[in-house]
């Protein structure tokens, strides 16, 4: 995971950045490095996680990206309780 948020109420969320190399061999996707991914996933949920995945691409051009993770973020702390809807 490439980070962990700890919540109130023992609430866990993952955050995952994506590159081509979770999801890819060289240039050629591969169903089996996906499954892999996928697998990891289930196994984060089942142990009670929340994972939010991100790909690599999003976050290509700094200004973009810089409205993305604000806009998810404000979303996440608003549904968890942190924020109110006014504040973002």
């Known amino acids: 995971m490439d980070f962990l948020m700890l919540l109130r109420g023992r609430r866990r969320l993952v955050i995952e950045i994506d590159g081509q190399h979770h999801y890819a061999e060289g240039d050629r996707p591969s169903p089996r490095l996906y499954a892999d991914m996928m697998r990891e996933d289930r196994a984060l ?11 690599g691409h999003e976050f290509r051009d700094a200004r973009q990206a810089r409205t993305e993770i604000q806009a998810f973020f404000g979303r996440i702390l608003t549904s968890h309780g942190y924020l109110d809807e006014a504040t973002v």
């Open 45 to 55: 949920r089942m142990d009670g996680y929340e994972v939010y995945r991100f790909g």
